[in-house]
């Protein structure tokens, strides 16, 4: 089962920053959290991943709450090559399996 | 970098008909893992190798499913006499070893069984 709890759909206008939150109030310790998103007919594709605090790349960015429950992927100035699910996952690969398990993700709708 | 190769995109088999799909990781790469994914049920891992050796198969399915990795340049998923419930998109990603490494996932093959 996923450890993530996420909004199923949000919309945006291009140029607009969209904030997906998700929720993983079981995390542990030694679990990383991982942005994936999927856009149709392709597999999903790696766009961040963190600890604890900011993590920032040239794609987005993401806050990780002090206590690690709530993390929110910010994508600046969206465009219509941004509409796509966005899964949250949370995962130990070190210790555990490698495998990624994907929720249901959030389908952002991007609108010109 | 040509990314990860999938092989059909496309395959279309009949009921009881086996179906082989093919997998190329990314040159380099240790680490292969197969996902396949449904509107029902959405994308659930199936297996993953490491160096080649099979590590976790505990999302296939127990007959009819079977993953090789015969050498480190390519994977082979082959379902043995497939059931309209196959039909599915299976995915194939590589990565490196190491921890915390991120998976580079390929277009996927879209198998239909009819």
């Known amino acids: 089962l996923a450890k993530t709890t996420q909004p199923p759909s949000m919309e945006a206008y291009e140029g607009q920053e969209v904030n997906v939150s998700c929720s993983h109030t079981n995390i542990a310790t030694s679990e990383y959290i991982y942005w994936y998103r999927q856009v149709p007919h392709q597999g999903p594709q790696f766009i961040i991943q963190?600890?604890?605090d900011y993590v920032v790349n040239e794609v987005a960015s993401l806050f990780i709450s002090a206590d690690r429950k709530l993390s929110t992927l910010s994508l600046p100035w969206v465009s219509l090559r941004d509409a796509a699910v966005y899964y949250c996952i949370v995962t130990d690969i070190p210790s555990g399996s490698w495998q990624l398990i994907f929720g249901s993700g959030t389908q952002l709708t991007v609108m010109p | 970098n040509a990314g990860v190769i999938q092989t059909p995109r496309h395959k279309v088999t009949g009921k009881g008909q086996e179906a082989t799909l093919w997998c190329e990781p990314i040159s380099g790469h240790s680490a292969v893992f197969w996902y396949r994914q449904t509107i029902v049920q959405g994308l659930e891992f199936l297996t993953y190798f490491r160096n080649q050796a099979p590590i976790d198969d505990s999302g296939m399915p127990k007959e009819r499913f079977s993953a090789q990795m015969p050498n480190q340049s390519h994977s082979t998923l082959k379902i043995q006499s497939t059931q309209p419930q196959d039909s599915a998109v299976y995915l194939c990603?590589?990565?490196?070893?190491?921890?915390?490494?991120?998976?580079?996932f390929g277009p996927g093959t879209r198998l239909l069984v009819l």
């Open positions: 963190g600890y604890k």
């Open positions: 990603a590589s990565s490196l070893l190491g921890g915390r490494a991120t998976q580079y």
